[in-house]
């Protein structure tokens, strides 16, 4: 049975993820360097020790540069892009439908605690989870299930009875080491990386409410359908 609900936040909740990638492109381009999603699909989703895209680009061009004039580039951009974003179609009506269940409802995220708790402030969101735990609270961010056992535990479920919802295969991955049934909800950037295992995939949280995902998880063999997407 299903008594909780996890999400990720960076790209799942809010888009970041497009904005940075394509802050991060530009500031590529403006330097004579390409960024490709395939190099830039691994870091997506875990810690900031995963790729430097300023040492990548700096190889690239085979010079040095300004990497404090670059570093302002990319910050403008992603704020540029970022001004008039919301949160991603659904969300909110899965935080409320949560809620009507009375289903357990937790963040876990590779993102800083201020990162994340900064967004949900803004959004105004903040209130609707009763867990968040990021890369302060744990040693291994994801794809390590270290995040998703810290949130399991605070809400007092077992890894079978919560669901998490995911935009990348490095947060799939850590939700499927942790034991927990994955609803991949991919963004623009995300879309184009190749998943592992997961239960359903949806082109976004408007597609089918959460109480259908939940009985569409609650009804079928895991086991045989993993990897499915809902059609």
């Given at each position: 049975m299903i008594r909780a609900v996890v999400f990720d936040f960076d790209g799942l909740i809010v888009d970041t993820e497009t904005a940075d990638f394509e802050s991060v492109q530009a500031m590529y381009r403006h330097h004579g360097g390409e960024l490709t999603i395939d190099v830039w699909g691994h870091c997506i989703g875990t810690g900031p020790d995963a790729f430097n895209p300023y040492d990548d680009l700096e190889r690239q061009i085979g010079r040095?540069?300004?990497?404090?004039?670059?570093?302002a580039m990319r910050k403008q951009a992603y704020d540029a892009r970022m001004a008039e974003a919301d949160v991603r179609p659904g969300v909110r009506s899965y935080?409320?439908?949560?809620?009507?269940?009375?289903?357990?409802?937790?963040?876990?995220?590779?993102?800083?605690?201020?990162?994340?708790?900064?967004?949900?402030?803004?959004?105004?969101?903040?209130?609707?989870?009763?867990?968040?735990?990021?890369?302060?609270?744990?040693?291994?961010?994801?794809?390590?299930?270290?995040?998703?056992?810290?949130?399991?535990?605070?809400?007092?479920?077992?890894?079978?009875?919560?669901?998490a919802f995911?935009?990348?295969?490095?947060?799939?991955?850590?939700?499927?080491?942790?034991?927990?049934?994955?609803?991949?909800?991919?963004?623009?950037?995300?879309?184009?990386?190749?998943?592992?295992?997961h239960d359903f995939r949806l082109a976004s949280m408007e597609e089918i409410g959460l109480a259908a995902v939940i009985k569409r998880l609650q009804q079928t063999d895991i086991l045989k359908n993993r990897g499915r997407d809902i059609q």
């Amino acid at each position: 049975m299903i008594r909780a609900v996890v999400f990720d936040f960076d790209g799942l909740i809010v888009d970041t993820e497009t904005a940075d990638f394509e802050s991060v492109q530009a500031m590529y381009r403006h330097h004579g360097g390409e960024l490709t999603i395939d190099v830039w699909g691994h870091c997506i989703g875990t810690g900031p020790d995963a790729f430097n895209p300023y040492d990548d680009l700096e190889r690239q061009i085979g010079r040095t540069y300004d990497r404090e004039a670059a570093r302002a580039m990319r910050k403008q951009a992603y704020d540029a892009r970022m001004a008039e974003a919301d949160v991603r179609p659904g969300v909110r009506s899965y935080l409320k439908e949560a809620r009507r269940l009375g289903l357990r409802i937790g963040l876990a995220s590779s993102s800083t605690r201020e990162w994340v708790t900064g967004y949900l402030k803004a959004y105004g969101l903040l209130d609707d989870f009763e867990c968040i735990r990021t890369r302060d609270d744990v040693t291994r961010v994801k794809p390590d299930p270290e995040l998703y056992l810290k949130a399991l535990a605070a809400l007092g479920v077992q890894p079978h009875e919560a669901v998490a919802f995911e935009d990348s295969p490095n947060g799939a991955l850590a939700a499927y080491r942790a034991g927990m049934r994955c609803v991949v909800v991919p963004n623009a950037v995300t879309g184009l990386l190749t998943f592992g295992t997961h239960d359903f995939r949806l082109a976004s949280m408007e597609e089918i409410g959460l109480a259908a995902v939940i009985k569409r998880l609650q009804q079928t063999d895991i086991l045989k359908n993993r990897g499915r997407d809902i059609q």
